[in-house]
């Protein structure tokens, strides 16, 4: 039979708030991936509506510039917002 009289009930404790607070964090950080695809869902439908007069089989340049301009400032959001979470991830690990 286990001897459990040495076993430390605040060490116990400590380690479930511990698991507890990165399981929040966790939580947390999924729920800004799943706004973040939300956001560039409605950011490609903006793109589409803003740039797609009338679809067709060519793109015109001016549609192709819009797209091209479109997809820049998508890459510029997105390495941002991905920057962002990388600082809250390192600030959570410290």
Same mark, same amino acid.
């Given at each position: 039979?286990?001897? *459990?009289?040495?076993?430390?009930?605040?060490?116990?404790?400590?380690?479930?708030?511990?698991?507890?607070?990165?399981?929040?964090?966790?939580?947390?950080?999924?729920?800004?991936?799943?706004?973040?695809?939300?956001?560039?869902?409605?950011?490609?439908?903006?793109?589409?509506?803003?740039?797609?007069?009338?679809?067709?089989?060519?793109?015109?340049?001016?549609?192709?510039?819009?797209?091209?301009?479109?997809?820049?400032? *998508? =890459?510029?959001?997105?390495?941002? =917002?991905?920057?962002?979470?990388?600082?809250?991830?390192?600030?959570?690990?410290?």
């Amino acid at each position: 039979m286990a001897d *459990f009289s040495s076993f430390d009930m605040s060490s116990a404790s400590s380690t479930e708030n511990a698991d507890t607070s990165e399981l929040q964090r966790l939580i947390a950080v999924e729920q800004q991936k799943a706004q973040f695809q939300a956001q560039v869902h409605n950011f490609t439908d903006a793109c589409w509506d803003k740039c797609m007069d009338k679809p067709s089989t060519k793109l015109d340049s001016r549609t192709e510039t819009c797209l091209v301009n479109c997809v820049e400032r *998508f =890459i510029d959001t997105t390495l941002t =917002i991905t920057n962002r979470f990388s600082q809250m991830v390192q600030k959570g690990t410290h």
